[in-house]
């Protein structure tokens, strides 16, 4: 129902409560019929579900098949094993989705929202959540609204809106009934779930909670938005379907050799065909990517960025270009007071950050002292008096919280850092207030000091200087000429031009009778100055947005604020690049939608910087985007971004100051808010997808040396070189060990400084086949080499030797997929610790089966003497050697 169109009265009559609310039994009674007042979290999934999500992969299946060939021909064992590793690897990707899921949830659970309200006549203070319709809610500056409500009493109440309309300053509400279509952006009479109060009292009955409030409607409408395959699932498929084709293949090749050369029964041949499929698919792989993923989740989670959705880890390595908010990720989210100017002064520039009271007044790096300057100090009162803003200080973490209005915040924070603090000086009282008025553009404070009661304003420039008769100067009060207004007002269109805020203040003496302030008394004032602010920039994100153009990743900031504070903070960060000419350097959404479908797809192809945007404006530009082939990072923290972020390739949400249903609609959560997080997250993207791609190709090319020496002994008329047990152990210790270890390779140079992957590029390319065809090649030579030098003295002694060159081949061969580039005493040899714990584990087990007695009856082995080990070891090495020759000639010489 469209309550802003009936009065407090008739909106009360229709909800059956009344200005005293409502009794206990009414909300016990309200709460069967709506619910508690919370929304369904639409990226919540019960725990089953996630554990079964594991599961939907195309590879998965492969092995499920591999799985049922195994116990179809009698082989339990090694379908005991696919099994095994197949949960292993849904394990591992339940366990950190879990993780996510939680960290996500714990910032949730740092602030519990509580509401104030009327109950059985009494004002109470309670949990959100226990609201219903027909509630009366008590809301004042600070408070954050607990649900959709009617206002039924205002007193200057002011509510900022960003989280749900996208823009920043505050509203002035009323009470007064509005016509029934009129837009929600513009029911100055009701107040609206997950905004926050900026300035001003009111009374309030509750119209709507959880899911039937205006935030609710867009979650639940999340649930429209059908998620689709991430980039690296769709890349894992391919990877399934080439290594199915390859079984298939080889498995085929394999049982026309065996059939026509062998002459064997058709029973036994199908036998070692399928046999040959099975141990031809890497059981390992799954397990081994996940593994890769959750060490890349858990290194991301250290650099403050939660990944709620597993293989968004790699996805982040591909992006092609970052869509990013300004207020809170390209900036520090603090209005700071940067320039002050008094009448025939210098101008003065402010130092410090954010909220915090330490800070400099400076004229040619010179520090001056405000409370020596009479005319500068009167300024500074102004600033700490006429506020109703509160700065707390947190003496544990040593931070600061502002409660209030962000404007006023900034102003108090001036005011402290040059000595002055209202809440520890008595000599200065407050009598009146009159807050922030949308008509006037101005707040007045009537103080009393020292005896003498003054009037205290501050307000948008143009109406402050209107209003003044005087101006206050080193050589006294003067009054306002011409001249001296338009000196003025050129310096407030000079600070305009360099995005900053402008606040004039100004005041004038009181009769000591007056005892309240009526607009009729903002006249005739004495101007006292102009303070400039600005939301700075962070500090680390210039070096950050520069890292992404190195890295070949655009920035686009897409922004609801104003477009020269969008430009300003552009240039600052270095996003628009000021050595380029004739560049369009912002378009706000009124000049995008004048442009035809071909325009718009050329300007977001060109232009970086988008200012006075609606979420909708946002999507479609992201979209478009996405239809030219790039990969899409996004960032978001208002609920009106959730379908956005939902709909990005890799959507982004601010886990500070986000909404609760920006961060269920997003893959990542930043713990800090920050854009240099994004970047660091993209490179631990960037690592992961390599170390996929290595573990990948290292398992293929140990598999393939096995079938590639099974067919060549066939072909060659000998025994099979390595018996069914044998094979199985090397893919379970050497392989699993190795590939584990592999996982864990940290990023090599500067990952940043080389171009993007390839959204479309698959795991396993042409790049790398001569790298795994000559080392496969090799490890099959030096097996049957092996094998044929100790075949005289019995089967078992010649698979013995045949075993440990081929184990030994492929602990090489873990060094040399360290990089695919790199040689390995570039890297550092002993730089990947759990490599190395890896091989002396693999060496030690595979010593142990061969010379344990026990075990060596088990895998049909026979002793082999030191010099013989030591023989084949190094025989094995020819691997890496070759490996590095490789490097040298392909990626050095040429």
């Known amino acids: 129902m469209k309550y802003h169109q009936f009065s407090p009265d008739e909106v009360l009559r229709q909800l059956g409560t009344c200005r005293n609310g409502l009794s206990d039994q009414e909300v016990v009674a309200r709460r069967v019929q709506y619910g508690y007042n919370e929304i369904p979290e639409a990226g919540k999934q019960h725990w089953t579900l996630i554990f079964l999500k594991q599961f939907k992969s195309l590879l998965v299946f492969v092995l499920f098949g591999a799985a049922a060939i195994s116990w179809a021909t009698g082989h339990e064992a090694d379908m005991y094993v696919i099994l095994a590793v197949i949960i292993i690897n849904a394990s591992i990707g339940f366990a950190q989705e879990m993780r996510a899921e939680n960290a996500v949830a714990l910032l949730k659970t740092m602030l519990v929202p509580q509401a104030k309200a009327l109950r059985n006549g009494e004002k109470v203070t309670l949990p959100a959540r226990e609201l219903v319709p027909g509630d009366i809610i008590v809301v004042e500056e600070g408070d954050s609204i607990p649900a959709d409500a009617r206002l039924i009493e205002a007193?200057?109440?002011?509510?900022?809106?960003?989280?749900?309309?996208?823009?920043?300053?505050?509203?002035?509400?009323?009470?007064?009934?509005?016509?029934?279509?009129?837009?929600?952006?513009?029911?100055?009479?009701?107040?609206?779930?997950?905004?926050?109060?900026?300035?001003?009292?009111?009374?309030?009955?509750?119209?709507?909670?959880?899911?039937?409030?205006?935030?609710?409607?867009?979650a639940l409408s999340l649930s429209t938005i059908k998620p689709t395959k991430t980039n690296f699932q769709q890349k894992t498929d391919a990877l399934a379907q080439q290594m199915a084709v390859l079984a298939v293949v080889n498995a085929g090749l394999l049982f026309s050799i065996a059939y026509f050369y062998r002459q064997g029964s058709l029973d036994e041949v199908l036998l070692v065909a399928i046999a040959a499929m099975v141990s031809s698919i890497p059981a390992g792989l799954p397990a081994v990517l996940a593994i890769v993923l959750a060490i890349g989740a858990n290194r991301m989670a250290k650099r403050n960025a939660i990944v709620r959705e597993f293989t968004a880890t790699e996805t982040l390595g591909a992006v092609t270009t970052i869509i990013t908010d300004k207020t809170g990720t390209l900036t520090q989210n603090t209005l700071t007071v940067r320039k002050v100017f008094v009448p025939n002064m210098p101008e003065w520039d402010i130092t410090g950050e954010g909220w915090s009271p330490v800070g400099n007044f400076m004229h040619d790096e010179t520090i001056i002292d405000p409370k020596e300057i009479p005319t500068l100090s009167q300024l500074l009162t102004i600033c700490g008096w006429s506020n109703n803003s509160d700065i707390q200080h947190n003496k544990e973490k040593d931070t600061y919280r502002l409660v209030g209005d962000p404007t006023e915040g900034a102003l108090l924070a001036l005011a402290r850092k040059g000595g002055f603090f209202p809440k520890q000086d008595t000599s200065i009282s407050k009598i009146d207030d009159l807050p922030f008025n949308s008509n006037l553009k101005m707040r007045a404070t009537l103080v009393s000091t020292k005896g003498q009661r003054q009037l205290l304003v501050v307000g948008a420039p143009e109406k402050v200087l209107a209003k003044s008769a005087y101006i206050a100067t080193p050589e006294g009060v003067l009054p306002m000429t011409d001249e001296w207004a338009h000196q003025l007002k050129h310096r407030m269109d000079e600070w305009s031009l360099q995005a900053m805020r402008v606040i004039a203040l100004a005041w004038r003496n009181e009769p000591d009778n007056t005892t309240h302030i009526a607009e009729q008394h903002l006249s005739d004032l004495i101007f006292a100055g102009i303070v400039g602010m600005i939301d700075p920039p962070r500090p680390d994100v210039r070096n950050a947005v520069a890292a992404c153009k190195r890295a070949g990743i655009r920035v686009i900031m897409a922004t609801g604020d104003h477009i020269n504070t969008a430009i300003a903070i552009a240039r600052a960060t270095g996003i628009i690049d000021t050595t380029e000419q004739h560049q369009t350097l912002a378009l706000t959404e009124q000049q995008l939608l004048t442009l035809d479908e071909k325009e718009f797809e050329q300007v977001v192809h060109t232009t970086n910087v988008f200012a006075r945007l609606t979420p909708a404006m946002k999507l479609r530009i992201a979209e478009k985007l996405q239809a030219g082939g790039e990969l899409i990072a996004m960032t978001g923290d208002g609920v009106n971004d959730a379908p956005a972020l939902k709909r990005a390739d890799v959507g982004v949400a601010m886990g500070v100051m986000g909404t609760d249903v920006a961060r269920d609609a997003a893959k990542v959560v930043l713990a800090d808010d920050n854009f240099s997080t994004i970047v660091s997250a993209v490179e631990e993207g960037r690592i992961v997808f390599t170390n996929a791609r290595q573990t990948s190709f290292y398992l293929l090319t140990t598999n393939f040396a096995e079938i590639i020496t099974l067919i060549i002994s066939i072909l060659s008329g000998l025994p099979i070189p390595l018996t069914a047990t044998q094979i199985l152990w090397l893919n379970l210790v050497t392989d699993g060990v190795g590939d584990i270890s592999l996982a864990t390779e940290r990023g090599h140079g500067d990952i940043l400084s080389q171009k993007p992957i390839n959204p479309k590029e698959n795991i396993l390319t042409s790049e790398a086949i001569p790298f795994l065809i000559i080392n496969a090649g090799l490890m099959t030579t030096l097996t049957l080499v092996a094998f044929s030098w100790f075949l005289p003295a019995g089967i078992d002694k010649a698979r013995s030797g045949a075993f440990i060159v081929m184990a030994f081949c492929q602990l090489y061969n873990v060094?040399?997929?360290?990089?695919?580039?790199?040689?390995?005493?570039?890297?550092?040899?002993?730089?990947?610790?759990?490599?190395?714990?890896?091989?002396?584990?693999?060496?030690?087990?595979?010593?142990?089966?061969?010379?344990?007695?026990?075990?060596?009856?088990?895998?049909?082995?026979?002793?082999?003497?030191?010099?013989?080990?030591?023989?084949?070891?190094?025989?094995?090495?020819?691997?890496?050697?070759?490996?590095?020759?490789?490097?040298?000639?392909?990626?050095?010489l040429f």
């Open 155 to 218: 007193k200057n109440l002011r509510t900022i809106e960003a989280s749900l309309t996208g823009e920043s300053v505050p509203v002035q509400k009323t009470v007064a009934s509005l016509p029934a279509d009129t837009p929600m952006a513009d029911c100055r009479n009701m107040l609206y779930k997950g905004t926050f109060v900026a300035g001003g009292y009111a009374l309030a009955v509750v119209t709507g909670t959880g899911v039937n409030t205006a935030i609710g409607e867009i």
């Open 815 to 892: 060094y040399n997929m360290r990089s695919l580039q790199l040689s390995i005493f570039q890297i550092g040899l002993f730089t990947n610790r759990y490599i190395n714990v890896a091989t002396i584990f693999s060496i030690l087990v595979q010593v142990a089966i061969i010379e344990i007695p026990l075990l060596a009856q088990m895998f049909h082995f026979q002793p082999i003497s030191f010099m013989e080990f030591i023989t084949l070891v190094g025989a094995a090495s020819g691997v890496l050697w070759m490996g590095e020759l490789y490097k040298l000639i392909r990626y050095r």
